[in-house]
T-cell receptor, first 116, second 111 residues
Framework: GAVVSQHPSWVICKSGTSVKIECRSL??????MFWYRQFPKQSLMLMAT?????????EQGVEKDKFLINHASLTLSTLTVTSAHPEDSSFYIC????????????FGSGTRLTVV | DAKTTQPPSMDCAEGRAANLPCNHS???????VYWYRQIHSQGPQYIIH???NNETNEMASLIITEDRKSSTLILPHATLRDTAVYYC????????????FGGGTRLMVKP
């Protein structure tokens, strides 16, 4: 149980275009979703926290106008990379706390974004 | 959340036990020890967690020292599919807080 489905698993886009990444909680309600970014051979870095029905909270150094987060329902959170540039190429991962106490967090399978 | 220290890499022979250490000397009394792993190009996967008692599940065992300043994740019979980066995370149990990832240990299981 407590599965997060993330799509697409990979995407290639041209510079200047926008890309939307979706994360859906399949069998539980995710009132909170965390968005991470991971560059090659590095650890996961938290970008922002989205909460259903309210504005996302961004970590320092993350541009909120570039990385648009929407959490319109209890089962769907989206990250849109706007006006993508090659330096935005990375592995993006979403995560949600499981509903059961002490069961940790469940992660999406990740999205490999390549901007050319 | 308390900081953790892990060796950057380890090797293990297939079929042998893999023992991955983690130091968390500044851990607080209400902080849990969590272990996750990330296989290449996938999202992290929960393995196990504990507070002060040793824990075991179908994936691994977690041994926490009596002073709770360090712990060891044990994969009893490592397979090639266990090759991954293993992250030790110490945090207060709260569903609203994010996970903070350190560098982790890159475990290479060799035939």
């Amino acid at each position: 149980g407590a599965v997060v489905s993330q799509h697409p698993s990979w995407v290639i886009c041209k510079s200047g275009t926008s890309v939307k990444i979706e994360c859906r909680s399949l069998d539980f309600q995710a009132t909170t979703m965390f968005w991470y970014r991971q560059f090659p051979k590095q650890s996961l870095m938290l970008m922002a926290t989205s909460n259903e029905g309210s504005k996302a909270t961004y970590e320092q150094g993350v541009e909120k106008d570039k990385f648009l987060i929407n959490h319109a329902s209890l089962t769907l959170s989206t990250l849109t990379v706007t006006s993508a540039h090659p330096e935005d190429s990375s592995f993006y991962i979403c995560s949600a706390p499981k509903s059961e106490k002490n069961y940790g967090y469940t992660f999406g399978s990740g999205t490999r974004l390549t901007v050319v | 959340d308390a900081k953790t220290t892990q060796p950057p890499s380890m090797d293990c022979a297939e079929g042998r036990a893999a023992n991955l250490p983690c130091n968390h000397s500044t851990i607080s009394g209400n902080e849990y020890v969590y272990w996750y792993r990330q296989i290449h190009s996938q999202g992290p996967q929960y393995i196990i967690h504990g507070l002060k008692n040793n824990e075991t599940n179908e994936m691994a065992s977690l041994i926490i020292t009596e002073d709770r300043k360090s712990s060891t994740l044990i994969l009893p019979h490592a397979t090639l599919r266990d090759t991954a980066v293993y992250y030790c995370i110490v945090r207060v149990e709260s569903a609203g807080n994010m996970l903070t990832f350190g560098g982790g240990t890159r475990l290479m299981v060799k035939p």
